[in-house]
């Protein structure tokens, strides 16, 4: 049913961050994140019912439509440039482990399309692309749960490699390969990619000046030229020439 897919869904943006909520002198939480989508995404979900209260070491608390739900923070794998994606992995009240991951459509499609049930799959991406085309900075959110005897393989593998001196990072990225894969497609997340105050004005100023001008993003093709038409860096009359490799 949806709404199983839209509880995962807000959960998974709940707990996948790296956000430190913290209550100011009134005892309203702010949010605290070197990542201001990260904030922003937190923020949709405390919108819906779904209210990042703590986040420690070892342990996420979340108000879940009312309800306080405690998880144990079993293992958290960062973004990076190479992996493109986050992950984390918790253990519920009852004992189960469950996997959370979010990232970029290249890498999570993918790890996503065999286990997602294809209209579900269809839905998402028909989404993800047209926020794209909107100028919005996408992901895809993707879920799978992880038996005990599963855990206690990785368990042990995450240790090896986390003591590996040589290799380490390749280690550890391989290492959480082996988890974040079969994953549930449960939906899509954008945010608006806000230009700081004359970004345009200034881009224009630099072209006068004979400046050669790029931008470097990681985004998808559609958002890139959108922010490209936005900083003023493209303009409607030019020729754009797409070079897109799968």
């Known amino acids: ?42 923020k949709a979900a405390e919108h819906n019912s779904f209210v990042l209260l703590s986040r420690e070491i070892d ?77 919005y900075r996408v992901m895809l959110a993707g879920i799978r749960r992880v038996s005990e005897e599963e855990f206690a393989v990785f368990k042990e593998q995450h240790h090896r490699a986390s003591t590996t001196i040589t290799g380490r990072d390749k280690a550890m990225d391989d290492v959480y390969a082996t ?3 079969d994953l549930l497609c449960v939906g899509v997340t954008c945010v608006e990619d806000k230009l700081q105050d004359e970004v345009p004005d200034t881009v224009q100023y630099l072209l006068r000046a004979k400046m050669h001008v790029w931008i470097l993003t990681g985004d998808k093709l559609e958002t890139a030229i959108n922010i490209g038409f936005a900083t003023a860096l493209l303009q409607t009359e030019m020729k754009l020439i797409r070079i897109a490799a799968d």
Do not use: W
């Open 179 to 181: 988890m974040e894969r």
């Open 59 to 135: 342990k996420i608390t979340v108000r879940e439509r009312g309800q306080v739900v405690t998880y144990e923070q079993v293992a958290v794998f960062d973004f990076t440039s190479d992996r493109r994606r986050m992950s984390v992995l918790v253990k519920t009240a009852q004992g189960k482990y469950l996997l959370l991951t979010k990232g970029a459509d290249l890498v999570m499609k993918p790890l996503c399309e065999e286990h997602t049930p294809p209209p579900v799959m269809r839905k998402s991406l028909e989404h993800m692309d047209a926020f794209a085309n909107q100028g």
């Open 1 to 42: 049913p949806d709404y199983v897919f839209t509880y995962e869904f807000l959960r998974l943006l709940a707990l996948c961050n790296d956000v430190i909520p913290q209550a100011d002198s009134s005892g309203e939480l702010q949010y605290n994140s070197a990542s201001p989508d990260e904030v922003a995404l937190v």
